[in-house]
């Protein structure tokens, strides 16, 4: 999966759970602060990523992806090996 | 040992492993049985927990719970029950970022010395209470061992302790008047709260919550009858999931299924299918997860809920669908019966109540087959404090009836008790009500022994507000300034410390809940500028770094308000007024430099991007 189809994979959820327009969403939209998603979104954003894209997201690290570009980015780097363990 | 321990024992030898609890999970949509004990089983684990804590460590001592949604913690909670040592259930950091910080507080107020686990969260928990640098030592020990060749590693090992064959050990002797358990309620996250809640108030509460709940003819039917369950996903640091959940099942001798919080807000179907499964007669929550429920369902992949499509599903099981724990909304109610409709859920099963922490659990309940008491009121006269039934007013739902506690409506000023239909704070007196917070007389002393203006208490003030109505309980806000958002009590002190200390543009401010056009909770910040801070920015880009912050710190949205120096209403001694600044933001608008309310016309206000 590349950076490409990690940010339309992204987009599509954020249509599913948080009812987000797809054009609205660029690497820079910040989940709360732009889009004012609440909590429970988010967390369930949070468990469906690590399902859909196979790798972990621990809790620590959740907190931090504040923007759609920082998912991206760790997803990224996660598929690619270099940070967490992989899914199951 | 305690009556409250005998008493929950007695199930476990009647019933065996007859009765039993399990924990499900959703894997790729299906729901899958991931734990199950029988009552007897259970009783075995917390014997062996009991044991080893009454062999390591001295009665009465404070053990923080921190485990994951699963059997293991019910186990250790009743092992510290049985060995009269006190249990202090909190969550882990995967529902909440400041659970460390949290419970960094609780260990320092209530002197905590043992941290227990699993074995898959022990060394993370081990490594950051080693980085705390208390001079008294706080172990953490995973319980969950397995390793039979020398697991009992105790620092940062991964196999975790084997707990030792209890041999004939028996639960201590105690007094009802012993502590069974703290009970930390949100507080502002600088002072956690702890509710000291003695085996006197559980087991009061248990069996109130059984009498009011279940009318003897339903109990009959659970005693004969091993399959009957009930069904739920509620956080067991909670009281209405330690103590709702997890404790009642034993008190009516019925089964539970229940699955993690996290597993239910990802997979909010799987409360459902628990239900549908394994055919439960009662399920039990909040407001918000029926509400979340609702909201998953809009735009999920279930588009119709027509028995023929989903025939997996079916919720004509259930006799009663318990709402409590946080306001009780009628729209939310009717919503969710006509969603669920076509899969069987009856609009009379819904049995609304109101509890809290400091009672042990429930004060008011709805018994099943009785069905909710929805009625509609005069909006004006409610805001004068006068409740008036009218058929086209405001639709309030009843809490139901007191459950073995006396309930009295009092004037929060004068301290005068109200007549029935007149809106005051909630009062609360019996067995169930705590002793009060542990290590803080002061808050004891305001909250537990409230005295009546003609002599009558102690009393439980509640901070609610609310009115007596034919023998219900109708609440209809907070005394308090709490803001609540799908289920988190967040105090405004903690948004405007963080706002305060955003930037030194920064002034003092207010923050407060405020329904938008939809009837939508949003919460609010009042913010006064420092112009002479501003250094060139303007105040939009102010209220930016501001909600980034707020994002980022406490996961909120807040909607900000930038206003001049000096207008946020403030008391003569200078104390912030956090209801004057919102009836005055409604009334006059305030005359902001910046808003990030839109027109109140429009239904969904959200920050510029």
Known sequence: MNRAEILAELRAMLAEFGDVDPEQV???????????LDSLVLVRMTVVAEERFGVRIPDEVAWELDTVGA????????LAGRVGAGGE | MSELVRFLREKMWLFGDTRWYARADSVRGELVEVERLGYAQLDARARAVGA????????????????????????????????????????????????????????????VGLVLSDTSHQPRLGSWLAGLGRTSRTECIATDGTDRNG????????????????????????ELSATAYIQYTSGSTS????????HRNLLHNLLAIREKLLPEDVLDELRLDPSQCGAGWLPHYHDMGLVGMLLSPLTSCGNLVFCSPVSFIAHPLLWLQMISRYRAFYTLAPNFGYDWLLRSLKDGQLTDLDPDLNPDLNLDCLRFALSGAEPVRADVLNAVARRLAPIGFRPDIWAPSYGLAEATLMVTGTSCGSGPTVTRFDRDALETGRAAPTPDGVALVGCGRPTGAEVRIVDPTTSSPLPDGQVGEVWVRGDSIADGYLNDPHATADHFCAVTADGDGPYLRTGDLGFLQDGELYVTGRAKDLIIVNGRNIHPQDIERISETTDPATGPCAAFALPDASGQEQIVLVQELRPLHLSGRTPAALADLIRKRLAQELRLAVQVVIVGPMSVPRTTSGKIQRSRTRDELRSTGLDPLHSDLLAPADPTPRPSP
């Open chain 2, 151 to 174: 697991g009992t590693d105790r620092n940062g090992g991964t196999g975790g302790t084997v707990l030792p064959d209890p041999g004939a050990w028996s639960p201590l002797a105690l």
């Open chain 1, 71 to 78: 998912v991206v980015g760790y997803v990224e780097e996660a």
């Open chain 1, 26 to 36: 660029d690497e820079q939209t910040a989940f709360i602060a732009d889009l004012a």
């Open chain 2, 52 to 111: 080893w804590l009454a062999e390591r460590t001295p009665p009465g001592a404070r053990v923080l719970l921190m485990y994951p949604a699963g059997l293991e913690f019910f186990a250790v909670f009743l092992g510290c029950l049985y060995s009269g040592r006190v249990a202090i259930p909190a969550p882990l950091p995967a529902t909440d970022r400041r659970a460390l910080e949290r419970a960094e507080g609780i260990i320092r107020d209530a002197d």
């Open chain 2, 191 to 198: 002072e956690p709260r702890g509710v000291v809640i003695t």
